[in-house]
């Protein structure tokens, strides 16, 4: 029996600002995730939820500029159409080190496309409008967040959807 006056944990940080603008949806609690495999081996996810899910890479484009790239979590980045996207040479794209994600409130192992940081461009491959429902980083490595695609790209300022994959 589950004790009433336990507090449930907080609201991972893509989750609280789905809930600041309304937007529904589920969090999906487990162990820390880092990797692909660590998906397959310590989640109850399906190879259909993985199909069904975003992954989201973090960068740098620049001097101190910040930018996500959200895809279909199988598909593959094509670096030199994210860096067109971003208006940057391929060269100036790097990985965001672990600073550049505790920026935006994030970690490794749950980069998320929801980010409150107006100043982060965050890029959507096209494919994700027509994806319905998706899975994607919560902002931490424990914890998974499920909601519509459409409305993920509807209230992230400025995002911007292009082909950034090779298919």
Known sequence: M?????T????PPAAALLAAVGVEFVVHRHVEIRTEADIRERT???P???KNSLRTMAFTAGHETLALAAIPGLERLRYGRLAAALGVSRSAL???DEAGLARLGMECGG???VCGDPSVTVVFDAAVLRMGRVLFG???PDSTVEADAAELIRI???AIVTDITST
Do not use: D, M
């Not at 589950?2 to 336990?6: K, L, Q, Y």
């Not at 449930?8 to 609201?11: A, D, I, K, R, T």
């Open 94 to 96: 790097k990985p965001a």
């Open 44 to 46: 109850g996810f399906t």
């Open 111 to 113: 980069v998320s496309p």
């Open 2 to 6: 589950e004790n009433p006056s336990r």
């Open 8 to 11: 449930p944990p907080p609201l």
């Open 48 to 50: 259909e939820n993985i």
């Open 156 to 158: 992230v300022p400025g």
């Open 138 to 140: 919560s902002g931490r």
